[in-house]
């Protein structure tokens, strides 16, 4: 299994990126995907879920305003769409798979948002 994460980088509060994650090593079209972020000196959170079909997504609260996870079954890719960034959000963003029990993570992408 590998997740190779893409996307990242540096902008501005109010600005706006897509994160991509390429899965592959399983039927990628047969799993849920997630993606989690960890902030410095915090816990690893969960961001966003899409089913395996896409047909069902579900957010964290505090981010279901502002981030639109999506797939693409045929490019074996997730997609992260982060709208009106705020430094707050800055962290590094993963992907993930669980497959019969086990997590699998990407090496993750850094996601900074300063002025």
């Known amino acids: 299994v590998q997740l190779v994460e893409s996307g990242g980088g540096l902008v501005q509060p109010g600005g706006s990126l897509r994160l991509s994650c390429l899965a592959s090593?399983?039927?990628?079209?047969?799993?849920?995907m997630r993606w989690y972020r960890q902030a410095p000196g915090k816990e690893r959170e969960l961001v966003a879920y899409?089913?395996?079909?896409?047909?069902?997504?579900n957010y964290a609260d505090s981010m279901k305003e502002q981030f639109t996870i999506s797939r693409d079954n045929a490019k074996n890719t997730v997609y992260l769409q982060m709208n009106s960034l705020k430094p707050e959000d800055t962290a590094v963003y993963y992907c993930?798979?669980?497959?019969?029990?086990?997590?699998?993570w990407g090496q993750g992408t850094q996601v900074t948002v300063s002025s």
């Open positions: 090593g399983f039927t990628f079209s047969s799993y849920a």
């Open positions: 993930n798979v669980r497959l019969i029990g086990l997590n699998y």
């Open positions: 899409i089913s395996n079909t896409g047909g069902m997504t």
